[in-house]
């Protein structure tokens, strides 16, 4: 399984940018997707989770209302869109994937297995 993430960027407070991964090595459709982030010095954080359908999606409290992320099956795709860009957003952005179709716990970064290598989101006041 491979993830690769990209759209990351340079921008300033209050903008917005969208992040994808694209998934390959096994069908996308058949598991859930999360974004996951690193500010510096500090461990790995949820930002955001969407199962299999796209029906269900969960956010961590510091990025709801501004963050979105959806998913294309047909594209093998997982997008994270954020708006409202703070420089407390900067950090490096991952893409996971569980295991099996789902983890145990959508917001847990021990239950996902695979992971994408990483973009870089700077947010500059």
């Known amino acids: 399984v491979q993830l690769q993430a990209s759209g990351g960027g340079l921008v300033q407070a209050g903008d917005s940018l969208r992040l994808s991964c694209a998934a390959s090595g096994r069908a996308f459709v058949n598991y859930a997707m999360g974004w996951f982030r690193q500010p510096p010095g500090k461990e790995r954080e949820f930002v955001a989770a969407?199962?299999?359908?796209?029906?269900?999606?969960y956010y961590a409290d510091s990025v709801k209302g501004r963050f979105t992320i959806s998913r294309d099956n047909a594209k093998n795709t997982v997008f994270l869109q954020m708006n409202s860009l703070k420089p407390e957003d900067t950090t490096v952005y991952y893409c996971?994937?569980?295991?099996?179709?789902?983890?145990?716990?959508?917001?847990?970064?021990?239950?996902?297995?695979?992971w994408g290598q990483g973009t870089l989101v700077t947010v500059s006041s």
């Open positions: 969407i199962s299999r359908s796209g029906i269900s999606t």
């Open positions: 996971a994937s569980p295991q099996y179709y789902r983890p145990s716990s959508y917001s847990s970064t021990g239950d996902y297995t695979y």
